[in-house]
């Protein structure tokens, strides 16, 4: 299992990419996978088998048109761990109140 974060994005398409990054975050939404989409990044979970067709087609979608596409992909591989997509924040959440406790 892994969390994958990804950004995508057409190159010379303009000012404005908020159709082709909609696009993009509708398949990854399709897709069943959990995920969460933020300003910056759309982060999907699953095996690399599952998750990786599917950041493909968001990538093939954001380029139809012929345009350009950047792709940034950063990946945390951990093996066997699931839920981690909310898990990771949920323990960093925790701590920060345990110490605001302190105080």
Known sequence: MAIFAFSVAPLGAGESVTDSVAEAVRIVRESGLPNRTTSMFTEI???WDDVMPV???ATEAVGAG???VSL???ADIRPGATGELTGKVE???RRLAEGAAEM
Request: aromatic fraction near 0%; avoid cysteine; charge should be positive.
């Open 45 to 47: 979970e699953g095996d």
């Open 55 to 57: 950041i493909q087609r």
């Open 66 to 68: 012929g345009h350009r």
């Open 72 to 74: 940034v992909l950063k």
């Open 91 to 93: 323990r960093v959440e």
